[in-house]
């Protein structure tokens, strides 16, 4: 074994064993500027991004250290040179206080903060130096997030910054029970990420849980939301995504109300809600801004959607390859005919046309907007006609995939979208070695691997498996607001009921 | 023992039991009763429900003497150490070797329905495999997926439900024609198709809330299977006359192969596949009390999880070298009289055991 | 893990190694949509074909007909012969009629229809029918048309069943009183002239056919035996006079039917058969016109009078044909057990006594009088 896998893994170079997390000894504050100045050189490596300025406070030596690429050189002169000036005759501590400056005596400690972006002020003869936030910050506009549009309802949508996220969400709790609890993760990056719940209503084992989850990273590095994802959840072989993703401030809210907890990043506009199930992937923000009826039809046609972009193209498989006795009498001459001059088998057809399209959605994606546009089209109708025409793949297999490549793009998530598009080339090849049975049996396992699956300890499958028919009121179909009397028992909240009787008097005198 | 962790809910019994019942006997069924019974097939099938009801009784009587012990586990307190484990091995056997025939009579039905040349050992790994899958989980996990699947039988019936379409009501008259004696043996022939609810045994500690319940559960589970078996042997009663019922091993079946819509046609492939899901989730039934024996056998109150990969295997290495029709035949004859000693027989001399010497769980011996 | 591992391997090497063994891919089969048997020369069976044909590309092109004739011993036999002669594996899982030569009905059809029964992938629904004749020329038979031939005898069938004129029957169907000794099946019976056209119907003793009734008595048959379809429509003579010749007559289409049968056993051996059938029925052709109260009343009485007649030649038909239609023998089964034990039901039935009794009442009559 230990052969095989030095034979495979090309494993040339040693890792050098990671340190335990060394834990930094302070540094004291020098009195004099210039060694300090040169100590905080010297610990950044002379990077020349790291600039000095000598101000002239009067009576005291002073110069002040920022890196230019993180600051906003207005906010420079707003913070640091007009209190100064402003005040040429007052003293260092009535500066101090208009220039906002914290005190810090540990050097090491303001290597972080300088790398943040803010200034260091220090000053000949003081045993402290001064911190002064000057971070420039560019902030993308709230605009609607482009993967999750919606028709009616609020268009807000999450930005790169924690700060305005934080607010979008704040703004819509104005709740004191609305707790946020701030990680610093990464050993090189130092990223900010923080959990959201309500105090009230989220679980105390599922906030636990989450929380020792995040702890237990250890990792270098930690860049975005989605990379934290992949440390906390259940199971990162399962082709079922455990963590919803989401860019809009609503979707956040409405679960947070449930008793759910969702975690931000910095410089990632994805929020992560947990713990979920597989049907709040078939749910979107656009149920709830129609009304009951309506938004339980479209959650029907979600649904439908994943049995077909599951098992249509592996049922035509099975169909024209094992068991053509149950197509109906009159269908059978159009599909023979079309199907006569194939000259491969079916799932060979069907595995190129369907490797064809994800090709041209791949494609699609990178392409600048017009040409992307352009690329569906000719890939659409051009291969498509074409390969028809050669002879290589038959009109009906045309259809099918179609079909499912419509049906696979309607789930309101994007990775829900890409698992079911992975999951269906299983069946196909089941579906295409043992006609009905191998679909079947390879159904039989989805299903197993979905009552399997939790997520935070929610079994993901509910409310179906384990059966629990009063969910299905916001699940499976919506039903009108004022017949929501509990919320779903998944994220076991800590309280169950949501409202008691309003707008039934109403309804009743009908 | 009964770590709350792993209990399911009497909800969830209900269909533990069902869906381990109703399974491969499902399609036989008709034939075999009907070659003794006649018309009368289908009081034979509810005759055998109801005596399947006096054997859950008594099971719920013993067990109910011990609520927080499994069947293998107060069989040594009961029996003494040896006997209670030899009689601990044979319920294993038993268990395992029901679960070969299942396999056995399900590839056989594939292997004449529809994949004629498919390799049975193809067939037979698969559904073996697909069991391991599930059965390596808790009992709770086993009782989400069998609620889960449970709708195969509605659509079963709903499928059958279409017969009606061209019935004749006059094949099953007059009532009574076959005579008592012959009544009451073609309900030993419907025995066999009842099996299942010997779960109860095993599961009794795992299930939430008190043993009334538990008693309610199994009536409801085991009145479904009746209903559910009575309407499918009433149906095809109806639907064949008796010298064509003669000539059909699984009438069932080929009822609904006639039937055609617009859409669908052959309902029976549609039939079969659903049928196959039944059938698996019987054979998990089966595959999980025997690996539940197989780990007591060997560590007293040990999870079954850690038997279920042997106890697959054992029975995967039966069924492939076990493939000769005719002794599949002895096979089941031998097995639909074992099933008097497992299902009631052990049960009753226990219980008996258990009232004469006063023999109960003793409280606190549990942990 | 190691066990996903393990597991996916296998199933990635049982499909390496599988040759997908039943796999019948739907473009490599020769699907028969259309079959007939007949009595051959030397006492063997002919099987006569359509086989559909598709070639060409897809679309344009319209599909024809290759048809085969081979004779042998079985079905089976004939089926396997046949498999010599075409390109292609023969596959008779989507055939759509199966057709009946005369000669051969009247000997027996459950040995060639055994194979049907029996395979796993037959279809189970296919329509049956008689030929006078042979079914070679049926089949063989030029169509005016452009449809298929296999097709053209399926909407000949289907459409006779929705008006009542044949029974709706399939191979299925016909299963169940072929074996049973109380019960027989009647199927449709088709003359060929120039066109194939439904001309009443066959009717069945156990396997063996024995006889015919036309297309009205049939229709007459159906009613009786309580089968109306989607319409029923008789035309009759019911006034001599009249200036045209089409003043002469009325056309009626059954809407609803109630139908009475009992089954008295007298004695031990004396069975009496009441048969009550009472139409309502639309008047939907009546040149004449003015149907009024009395008009009506004369001619309610009049069709209840013409139909009892033709009633009883048709229990007379079934009888002399030993075609017990009605089931009355599974009636008596099931009622008079004690009686059907004693009965030698295959001279006995020819005994029992039929008394049917048809009244007509005319009940709408279009939107003019």
């Not at chain 1, 540094?27 to 000598?54: G, K």
């Not at chain 1, 099918?400 to 990775?415: D, G, K, M, Q």
């Not at chain 2, 086993?142 to 017969?163: D, K, M």
Request: aromatic share 10%; hydrophobic share 45%; proline share 4%.
């Amino acid at each position: 074994m230990g052969l095989l896998t030095n034979m495979f893994t090309n494993n040339r170079r040693k890792s050098r064993p990671m340190l335990k997390k060394s834990v930094l000894t302070p540094q004291p504050v020098f009195p004099s500027v210039q060694e300090n100045i040169q100590f905080m050189q010297e610990a950044l490596f002379h990077t020349d991004d790291l600039l000095r300025q000598t101000v002239s406070i009067p009576g005291h030596t002073s110069e002040f250290l920022f890196m230019y690429t993180m600051c906003d050189q207005s906010k420079i002169r707003e913070e640091i040179l007009k209190p100064i000036l402003d005040n040429r005759d007052g003293d260092l501590e009535g500066i101090l206080i208009s220039m906002r400056a914290n005190r810090y005596d540990d050097l090491e400690k303001v290597i972080d903060l300088l790398v943040k972006g803010y200034a260091v002020l220090f000053i000949e003869g003081m045993e402290e130096c001064f911190v002064i936030e000057v971070k420039s910050s560019h902030v993308r506009s709230v605009t609607e997030p482009n993967n999750e549009k919606t028709v009616e309802g609020s268009h807000e949508g999450f930005v790169e910054s924690i700060i305005i996220n934080l607010q979008l969400v704040r703004k819509h709790i104005e709740n004191r029970n609305l707790v946020v609890k701030r990680y610093k993760l990464g050993n090189e990056t130092k990223s900010e990420a923080v959990i959201v719940y309500l105090q009230n209503l989220a679980n105390p084992k599922l906030i636990n849980e989450v929380d020792c989850r995040i702890q237990n990273i250890d990792a270098d590095n930690i860049s975005s939301a989605e990379i934290i994802e992949e440390y906390i959840e259940d199971k990162s072989f399962s082709p079922f995504p455990q963590l919803l993703h989401t860019e809009r401030p609503d979707r956040v809210i409405g679960n947070l109300l449930e008793g759910r907890v969702v975690l931000l990043a910095e410089g990632s506009s994805t929020a992560l809600i947990m713990p979920v199930t597989f049907f709040a992937f078939y749910q979107s923000p656009d149920d709830y801004s129609f009304r009951s009826l309506q938004g339980s039809f479209l959650r029907f046609i979600r649904l439908f959607s994943f049995v077909i972009s599951i098992g249509l193209p592996a049922y035509y498989i099975a169909v024209v390859s094992f068991h053509y006795e149950v197509i109906p009498q009159d269908l059978l001459l159009p599909i023979k005919r079309s199907v006569e001059h194939i000259p491969y088998p079916p799932i060979l057809e069907a595995l190129f046309l369907e490797l064809t399209i994800e090709l041209l959605r791949e494609a699609g994606i990178r392409l600048p907007g017009p040409v992307g546009q352009t690329i569906g089209i000719v890939g659409g109708l051009v291969i498509g006609d074409a390969v028809v025409k050669a002879g290589m793949v038959s009109n009906a297999m045309i259809i099918v995939v179609a079909l499912t490549a419509i049906a696979s793009f309607v789930v309101p998530s994007h990775e829900m979208s890409a698992s079911v598009r992975m999951l269906r080339f299983p069946v196909m090849v089941a579906a295409s070695l043992f006609g009905f049975f191998g679909i079947v049996y390879s159904v039989i396992i989805i299903l197993i691997h979905l009552c399997i699956l939790e997520s935070f300890g929610t079994p993901y499958f509910a409310p179906v498996a384990p059966l629990r028919l009063k969910d299905w009121k916001d699940t499976i179909i919506r039903f009108p607001q004022w017949m929501m009397k509990q919320r779903s028992n998944d994220p076991a909240p800590q309280k169950l009921d949501l409202q008691r009787s309003s707008g039934e008097e109403r309804q009743g005198n009908e | 023992m009964s770590n709350t962790e792993y209990q399911i809910t009497p909800g969830q019994l209900v269909f533990l039991i069902t869906q381990t019942q109703i399974g491969v006997g499902l399609l036989g069924l008709t034939s075999k009763v009907h070659n003794v019974a006649k018309g009368d097939a289908w009081i034979s099938v509810l005759l055998a429900g109801m005596l399947a009801h006096l054997f859950i009784f008594v099971m719920w009587c013993l067990s109910r003497r011990f609520p927080s012990f499994t069947l293998y586990d107060y069989l040594p307190v009961l029996l003494g150490k040896y006997i209670g484990k030899f009689i601990q091995f044979v319920y294993t056997a038993y268990f395992i070797l029901v679960a070969s025939y299942i396999i056995l009579q399900f590839s056989s039905t594939f292997h004449d329905w529809v994949l004629s040349n498919t390799p049975r050992w193809i067939i037979m790994g698969i559904i073996s495999g697909v069991c391991l899958y599930l059965i390596r989980e808790s009992l709770r996990t086993i009782a989400r997926f069998f609620v889960l699947v449970f709708f195969c039988n509605i659509a079963v019936i709903i499928i059958t439900a279409y017969a009606y379409l061209h019935v004749n009501f006059l094949y099953i008259l007059p009532v009574g024609q076959a005579g008592i004696w012959k009544i009451t043996e073609g309900a030993h022939y419907a025995m066999n198709a009842f099996a299942g609810y010997e779960l109860l045994l095993i599961t009794f500690p795992l299930v939430e809330g008190g043993s009334a319940g538990k008693l309610k559960a199994a009536t409801l589970a085991n009145l479904f299977t009746a209903v559910l078996y009575t309407f499918a042997v009433f149906t095809s009663l109806i639907v064949f006359s008796p010298p064509e019922m003669e000539l059909l091993p699984q009438p069932l079946l080929y009822m609904v192969k006639a039937l055609t819509f617009s859409v669908f046609e052959r309902l029976d492939l549609y039939f079969l596949s659903l049928w196959a899901v039944v059938t698996t989730t019987s054979l998990m039934g089966y595959m999980f009390m025997a690996s539940k024996g197989l780990a007591n056998l060997f560590r007293a109150q040990s999870n079954h999880q850690n038997a279920a990969p042997y106890t697959v295997a054992l029975v995967f290495i039966i069924v492939v070298f076990f493939q000769n029709p005719l002794l599949i035949d002895v096979f089941g004859k031998i097995l639909s009289i074992a099933n008097y000693v497992f299902l009631f027989g052990i049960p009753f001399v226990l219980f008996m055991i258990s009232i004469l010497f006063k023999v109960t769980e003793v409280r606190g011996s549990t942990e | 893990m190691r066990l996903g591992i393990i597991l996916f391997a296998a199933c990635f090497i049982a499909m390496l190694l599988s040759g997908c063994w039943d796999q019948q891919l739907l473009k490599d089969d020769r699907i028969v949509y259309i079959v007939g048997f007949d009595l051959g020369s030397d006492g063997k069976l002919q099987t006569t074909t359509a086989i559909l044909d598709v070639s060409g590309s897809q679309k344009g092109m319209k599909p024809f007909s290759e048809i085969h004739t081979v004779s042998g011993y079985t079905s089976r036999h004939n089926r396997e012969i046949m498999d010599l002669e075409v390109p292609g594996r023969v596959s008779a899982s989507k055939v759509l009629v199966i057709l009946f030569g005369e000669a051969l009905a009247r000997k027996h059809i459950y040995p060639v229809l055994d194979v049907f029964y029996r395979d796993p992938r037959s279809a189970l629904n296919a329509k049956v029918a008689v030929i006078e004749g042979t079914t070679r020329d049926a089949i063989t038979m030029k169509l005016t048309g452009t449809k298929l031939i296999s097709e053209h005898y399926n909407k000949l069938i289907k459409s006779a069943e929705k008006a009542t004129n044949v029974p709706n029957v399939n191979i299925q169907f016909i299963c169940s009183p072929l074996l049973d000794q109380g019960d027989d099946f009647a199927v449709p019976y088709i003359k060929i002239a120039k066109t194939p056209s439904i001309n009443g119907i066959a009717l069945f003793n156990g396997d063996k056919m024995t006889g015919t009734l036309s297309r009205e008595e049939s229709m007459l048959y159906l009613l009786m035996a309580d089968k109306l379809s989607k319409t029923a429509s008789f035309t009759f003579e019911v006034n001599k006079e009249g200036k045209q010749n089409p003043e002469k007559y009325i056309s009626i289409d059954v809407q609803s039917i109630k139908r009475k049968l009992k089954v008295n056993v007298q004695g031990n051996r004396k069975i009496q058969v009441p048969l009550d059938l009472n139409l309502k029925v639309n008047a939907i052709e009546y040149p004449k016109n003015h149907l009024t109260k009395q008009i009506l009343d004369r001619l309610n009485k009049k069709l209840s009078k013409e139909l009892t007649r033709k009633a009883q030649v048709v229990t007379q038909k079934m009888q002399k044909a030993n075609h017990d239609g009605f089931g009355i023998g599974r009636r008596i089964m099931a009622y008079y057990p004690n009686t059907w034990k004693n009965l030698n039901w295959k001279e006995d039935y020819r005994k029992v006594e039929f008394v049917p009794k048809v009244t007509v009442e005319i009940v709408t009559h279009g939107i003019m009088n």
